[in-house]
Nanobody, 124 residues
């Protein structure tokens, strides 16, 4: 079992920045691919970004590429999502997730453990 707890969400104006954190506990954290997903009201949960256990490989959704950066510090059992140049369409609940795979994947079905989510609201 892996337990994931997100933090860092909030209200920000368009063009602003936020950094989300996800603290993990339980099974060996460093071996999991970690990802961020988001879900806006009335929409399906969608992939945002993922990172391998070493941090050497990352993968982003086209909608956030160049604005968001995923990183991890295994010694702290934490993964981060730095979000810059935020837009109102980035408003959603953001979820951290851990996958059993060793390569970055964007399918929700590949992720076994999920956090409770943190709300991000971007005002125009």
């Amino acid at each position: 079992q892996v337990q994931l707890v997100e933090s860092g969400g909030g209200l920000v104006q368009a063009g602003g920045s936020l950094r989300l954190s996800c603290a993990a506990s339980g099974r060996t954290f460093s071996r999991h691919v970690l990802g961020w997903f988001r879900q806006a009201p009335g929409k399906e949960r969608e992939f945002v970004a993922a990172i391998t256990w070493s941090g050497s490989s990352t993968y982003y959704a086209d909608s956030v590429k160049g604005r968001f950066t995923i990183s991890r510090v295994n010694a702290k059992n934490t993964v981060y999502l730095q979000m810059n140049s935020l837009k109102p369409e980035d408003t959603a609940i953001y979820y951290c997730a851990a996958s059993h795979t060793i390569v970055v994947v964007k399918s929700r079905d590949e992720y076994d453990y999920w956090g409770q989510g943190t709300q991000v609201t971007v005002s125009s």
